[in-house]
């Protein structure tokens, strides 16, 4: 491209010019044609003072600014640069806002050329990307970028990266790039003026696709890999029983592989257990390598039998990492071919028919046109059809329910079968050697009528300390708020021009339509629903609130159980609005079902457009019907042996409604409809014991009875070199003082560790309240100004962001609670500390805990031995592996919670990790021997 593009960044005293912010350094590097032709910066003195935050983000301080240029001195300079230019900058808006403000001031005219924001058009082009910080963007391209958050080095890698992605542009096809170019004024930037030109400089030429590249309908896509055979018969292929052979194998992956004993026992005793047709826990230490060590024989008895092997984990990053990583080193290592399959719910896939015609409609919001562009793009480069690929906004996620993939009623289009990515997956699942799924549709496949899975009875469940509580989840119940509102918000009243003002409009082109119910009656039905909705949740926040008035915790957040012995005026007052509400849903669905089976029977031809937004709306009744079955199951017929309670936070009672049940004890079921069914089951993780023995998760997952092997791998990390543990003797017993002392006194412990340490610590809480009051008294405090501090549920994003978050800063201190006491991997020297502050037994009045421990009670059973000790302590095994994750890494754990060494069942917690050297001493003690040791 022949433009001039000026890429700008500034640093700034603050957030916003209308506030006073002011510029305290330029930086503008010019591209013309693919090059960078010039470069120029200046810092700039503000005339006030640069806040202390500033300076420690930046590096400058007042001193750099005090001999600088004004402003208005360098404004000249500035407009004769971006002079015919396009303006460049990575959250364009905010650059601009900021130049706007400050040449308006020094007299001039403000910019008014076209705008390129490198955010925009990364998320188009790299739809697939983890981030789009400017950072993250840099690492993934191998940018040099020495100095982020000095505009001089923002600015170049920003050039970079539009070099990079003008060039991705231009190797995109001209039949996406026109719709692109269709949907981009409905951008933030002007970037439908750089398509318009490209495509007329493509249209000059005959454009060669790449081979892997269809054009089909209208919309480039991957071509799909059509190579699926059957599976093979049975191959000759023996297992490698020695070391010797196994070291041979992992030398096809690792050249320089160092034998670990640990992981060839796993590969014997996961091929055994298939072999013998038996089930096995095993449980593997951090550093057993314990992918490869079931990956490998599942391979092998696979071929030899040619029987499917179902790999089952809890988290999505666990399967990522399986596919992306140990699958390719499998297939590098094996003298055979492995077929292996990612297998997810039919909602995680794109319906090809819908997207197609939902590219024809036009009333779209900025995040429906965002979308729809990465898409396009997506399309060019996804194998699986897979939603979790692509980085969506909240916005995008809610237009992916319009086109993700379902049983449809109407759009029956055969024309996009050979595309369709769901039916792909299912076809190569049923010839797959190896099949990766998640323990929810393992669970959906024992009920389900249509079985997703192939025909199996070997598998590996990973995570497998989750797979009791997933199967509490599949079979339970949930009703909330803000996802009926959402339900209701889709179909709409007439006047809003949603679903049912679609569906009436369609109606009244269609001959006998009088036969039905009058729109004005439907209509008057739903706005009913939506007002018995808001008085329903309101209902259910007070009944909560009143039960609980005595003992709300700061956070407002609150939980009460249901126990079926509900009284009172108010319990009536709801018992009756529940049925009400089921009754309205069940109405109106009905009536809205008569329409649809109206159309259908109909002689009345219906566009694509109608036949997508009728799928839709069959989709929508459906979701509508699994609400009113949740309502009647929570509040109308209470099912035996179910745990159901009220959640509400307070601060927000009515959005943040939902009720919740589930089954007390799955075992039961999960051994007679799944283990006494299944051949072999190899059950594995780091933390399946408490103090060496199994009996606690044989029982909650049901395996007491069967045919199952038991086996510890402890890892091969010389934890008694590795790592120091510290009990500090100068901290009160956490349940002799209130939350607000305790919070206190661990403060100023946190404060005295983080300045010895330098940072690189994880707090571990197991509650956030307790996180939120520490976070609080230390920012407060002062003392750790120099620190990043990066806290769950306060500086925003999810937990892999803020884990990156706190890698990047050389003196951080990440606060986390419940999801950050296990799947967080942080390696090397990024880690050096954790500390642990309380033992992470669950609330006595959880829902779940004292359901729980009611019915081992009414077994003569000790609930606290038998439920909250062995749970606490599987939970504080995951939270000590979050420090040592290779082989070189060390560190030191800091237990503040004195029960772990003053009370009897302490000794649960350690017998139950790797021996670590530990030591009870005052707090200046553990700082000295932080220095000596770090």
Avoid at 620 to 644: I, M
Wanted: negative net charge; aromatic residues 10%; hydrophobic residues 40%.
């Amino acid at each position: 491209m022949s433009n001039k593009f000026v890429v700008i960044d500034l640093e700034t005293t603050g957030n916003t010019p209308k506030k006073g912010a002011k510029i305290i350094q330029f930086a503008a590097v010019v591209i013309e044609g693919d090059t960078i032709v010039e470069q120029y910066s200046s810092f700039i003195n503000p005339e006030q003072p640069i806040p202390p935050f500033i300076e420690e983000l930046t590096g400058i301080d007042d001193h750099i600014v005090k001999d600088a240029p004004l402003f208005a001195e360098i404004a000249p300079r500035v407009l004769s640069l971006l002079d015919d230019a396009y303006f460049v900058a990575h959250n364009v808006h905010f650059d601009l806002s900021f130049l706007q403000e400050e040449l308006i001031e020094a007299g001039y005219h403000g910019f008014y050329g076209p705008v390129v924001d490198t955010v925009e058009l990364s998320r188009i082009l790299f739809p697939a990307a983890d981030s789009y910080k400017l950072s993250e963007l840099s690492s993934r391209f191998f940018f040099s970028h020495d100095r982020p958050h000095q505009a001089d080095s923002d600015a170049y890698v920003t050039a970079e990266l539009l070099l990079l992605l003008l060039n991705r542009l231009e190797s995109i096809p001209t039949r996406t790039l026109k719709q692109l170019s269709r949907l981009a004024p409905g951008l933030k930037s002007d970037i439908h003026i750089l398509m318009d030109e490209l495509i007329r400089e493509k249209e000059k030429s005959i454009e060669i696709l790449p081979d892997f590249i269809d054009i089909y309908r209208g919309i480039a896509l991957k071509r799909p890999d059509k190579k699926a055979k059957d599976r093979p018969g049975l191959i000759e292929i023996r297992f490698p029983h020695s070391d010797e052979e196994k070291e041979n194998l992992m030398k096809g992956a690792f050249p320089n592989y160092e034998k670990r004993t640990g992981q060839f026992k796993m590969m014997d005793l996961v091929y055994q257990s298939f072999a013998d047709g038996h089930h096995s826990m095993i449980e593997a230490g951090t550093g057993v390598g314990k992918s490869l060590g079931y990956l490998i024989p599942a391979a092998f008895f696979s071929i030899q039998t040619a029987k499917a092997v179902i790999v089952s984990t809890y988290t999505t990053l666990l399967q990522e990492q399986l596919l992306t990583k140990d699958i390719p080193l499998l297939n590098q290592m094996l003298p055979f071919p492995v077929k292996t399959v990612l297998l997810k719910g039919r909602n995680h896939f794109i319906s090809l028919a819908k997207f197609e015609q939902s590219l024809k409609e036009e009333d779209d919001n900025y995040d429906t046109t965002l979308t729809k562009m990465q898409i396009l793009i997506w399309l060019l480069e996804t194998e699986t059809g897979d939603v979790d690929e692509l980085n969506l906004s909240s916005g995008g996620r809610l237009y992916w329910h319009k086109i993700k993939n379902d049983s449809s009623v109407f759009l029956h289009d055969k024309a996009w079968r050979h595309y369709d990515f769901y039916l792909n997956a299912r076809k190569n699942a049923q010839v797959a050697d190896i099949v990766i799924t998640n323990h929810s549709l393992l669970l959906s496949d024992l009920t389900s009528d249509h079985s997703l899975l192939p025909d199996y009875d070997y598998a590996i469940l990973d995570e497998a300390h989750h797979f009791e509580k997933a199967a509490g989840k599949y079979f339970g119940f949930s009703i909330d708020y803000l996802s009926i509102r959402l339900l209701l918000g889709q179909l709409g009243l007439y006047e809003q021009k949603q679903l049912f003002f679609k569906l009436e409009k369609l109606l009244n082109e269609i001959d006998r339509y009088d036969q039905l119910e009058h729109t004005f009656e439907i209509n008057a039905l739903i706005g009913d629903l939506q007002l018995e909705m808001d008085e329903f949740f309101k209902t259910i926040s007070l009944f909560a609130n009143e039960k609980l008035k005595d003992h709300q915790s700061a956070y407002k957040r609150i939980q009460y159980r249901l126990t079926g012995q509900e009284t009172g005026k108010t319990w009536k007052v709801l018992v009756a609005m529940a049925e009400r509400f089921s009754f309205q849903i069940h109405d109106l669905v009905k009536l809205l079902e008569k329409r649809l089976d109206f159309i259908l029977k109909a002689d009345h031809e219906l566009s694509n457009e109608d036949k997508a937004f009728l799928d839709e709306l069959a989709s929508l009744l459906g979701d509508f019907r699994e609400v009113r079955e949740n309502v009647k199951s929570l509040f109308l017929h209470r099912q035996n042996r179910y745990v159901t309670w009220i959640e509400v936070d307070l601060r927000a009672a009515q959005n943040a409604t939902a009720v919740y049940g589930q089954p007390v004890d799955i075992s039961n079921y999960l051994q007679e409809y799944y283990f006494s069914v299944k051949k072999s089951a190899v059950l594995t993780s780091a933390t399946l014991t408490v103090k060496q023995s199994f009996d606690y998760m044989m029982k909650e997952l049901g395996l007491y009875g069967t045919n199952c092997r038991k086996e510890v791998i402890s890892s091969p990390f010389q934890y008694k070199e590795k790592v120091k543990m510290f009990v500090p003797n100068d901290l009160p017993e956490i349940n002799a003082v209130s939350i607000d002392d305790y919070t206190a006194a661990i403060s100023e412990h946190i404060i005295s560790i983080a300045e010895a340490t330098k940072g690189r610590m994880l707090i571990l809480f197991t509650s956030y309240e307790m996180l939120k009051k520490t976070y609080e008294l230390l920012k407060e405090s002062g003392f750790l100004e120099d620190f990043a501090l990066i806290a769950q549920g306060i500086s925003g994003g999810s937990r892999t962001r803020l884990t990156r978050s706190f890698q990047r800063f050389d003196k951080s201190i990440l606060f986390g609670t419940s999801s950050f006491w296990e799947g967080i991997d942080i390696p090397g020297e990024d880690l050096s500390c954790l500390v642990i502050v309380r033992l992470p037994f669950s609330p006595p009045d959880e829902p779940v805990t004292e359901a729980k421990c009611e019915i081992i009670e009414e077994k003569n059973g000790n609930p606290f031995y038998d439920y909250s000790l062995p749970e606490a302590v599987l939970r504080f095994k995951q939270g000590v592996g979050r420090l040592i994750r290779t082989e070189n890494d060390r560190g030191l754990i800091v237990v503040f919670d004195r029960r772990i060494i003053s009370t009897k069942y302490g000794k649960a917690f350690l017998q139950s990790i790797p021996a670590i050297p530990l030591q009870k001493v005052n707090i200046d003690e553990i700082v000295e021997q932080i220095y000596d040791w770090l």
